[in-house]
């Protein structure tokens, strides 16, 4: 069961793609394993550097062990035959073409304002599954940007980031967006529409912030 408010809003949120941050020791890691246990059958998991998935292994020991098996080498836990949770980095620029043509129904990113803009857009084109009755998304967590690396996530999460934003978007609230012509453009809700010689089929976002004082397991110290 979800530990705070937040989880429970982001793991029932309808996003196709869902940006949960705010302050460390918000139960950003718990909320990826949660929703890759409980609600998916393909997932993987991302940190940038290889050595940052340390954190992640051990809190999966902690979730995963009574349930599933654990191969070091390919960093995959395996529930059963049809459930599996993957471990990724993606330290250097092209090490997200390991990945393509890799499908997982949930693609999650931890501490995403780490990662590039590119990185994240060319792995989440392979967000989808065999099976016709699982959901697919794609969850991301992390800290407010620390550097101008980062300021990507603000700029795709404006509505909810940017402070000077026309139109601001509250906590939960799905907004959709479509990506034309290389840009991205806000549109009034999910229905596909042709743009030229292209089937274009907009995607949702939202934006739920995370504290310390959501996370009943750490803020006791």
């Known amino acids: 069961m979800p530990a705070s408010s937040p989880q429970r809003m982001a793991l029932e949120s309808e996003a196709d793609e869902l940006f949960y941050g705010g302050a460390a020791g918000g139960g950003k890691t718990d909320l990826l394993l949660g929703a890759a246990i409980t609600q998916h059958r393909r997932s993987i998991i991302f940190r940038r550097e290889y050595t940052q998935r340390r954190g992640v292994i051990n809190r999966s020991r902690e979730l995963l062990r009574p ?103 509250a906590p939960g609230e799905l907004r959709w967006f479509a990506h034309i012509d290389g840009k991205d453009v806000e549109v009034p809700d999910g229905t596909p529409f042709i743009h030229g010689d292209e089937e274009i089929v907009p995607r949702s976002r939202t934006f739920i912030p995370a504290r310390l004082s959501d996370n009943p397991y750490l803020i006791g110290t």
């Not at 059963?80 to 993606?90: C, P, Q, T, Y």
């Not at 792995?123 to 998304?137: E, F, L, V």
């Not at 800290?143 to 980062?150: F, R």
């Open 67 to 169: 349930i599933a098996s654990w191969n070091g080498t390919d960093k995959l836990w395996t529930i059963d035959e049809d459930h599996s949770v993957e471990l990724g980095a993606v330290q250097l620029e092209d090490d997200k073409e390991n990945y393509q043509e890799r499908p997982h129904d949930l693609k999650g990113f931890d501490e995403l304002p780490q990662m590039s803009e590119s990185q994240y857009r060319f792995i989440i084109a392979w967000n989808r599954s065999a099976y016709p009755d699982q959901r697919c998304r794609v969850i991301a967590t992390g800290n407010p940007p620390t550097s101008t690396a980062g300021q990507w996530v603000i700029e795709y999460w404006a509505p909810w980031l940017d402070a000077a934003h026309p139109n601001p978007a």
